[in-house]
């Protein structure tokens, strides 16, 4: 069965960093590319990161460049992000995706993780 599960959000300062990781079960993810998207409170979810599941590529929102890294270990199936110098804009609940469609579109894909909060306090 394809899934997502997203782990290791929390609750930090601002200026410090969090690594999410999402673990990716399921023969059909594997040749999909993946992503994370974030949703805070009353905002529709937005694009923060994407890998290309064989390639490599990876390609970020702009509120997150320079701040936050995606990357996968194929081997171990789990797909990473690295952020540091967090911000209060930050906050949001982030998930796990994986398709085939546009990288940065939601409705680019077709599988979701039940997500992970990450709150950042000033």
């Known amino acids: 069965q394809d899934e997502l599960v997203e782990f290791g959000g929390g609750s930090v300062q601002a200026g410090e960093s969090l690594r999410l990781s999402c673990a990716v079960s399921?023969?059909?993810?594997?040749?999909?590319?993946m992503g994370w998207f974030r949703q805070a409170q009353g905002k529709e979810r937005e694009f923060v990161a994407g890998?290309?599941?064989?390639?490599?590529?990876?390609y970020y929102g702009d509120s997150v460049q320079g701040r936050f890294r995606i990357s996968k270990d194929n081997t171990k199936n789990m797909v990473y992000l690295q952020m540091n110098t967090l911000e209060p804009e930050d906050t949001a609940v982030y998930y796990c995706?994986?398709?085939?469609?546009?990288?940065?579109?939601?409705?680019?894909?077709?599988?979701w993780g039940q997500g992970t909060q990450v709150t950042v306090s000033s």
């Open positions: 890998i290309a599941w064989s390639g490599g590529f990876t």
């Open positions: 995706a994986a398709g085939d469609g546009s990288y940065r579109q939601t409705h680019g894909q077709q599988y």
């Open positions: 399921g023969r059909a993810l594997s040749s999909y590319h």
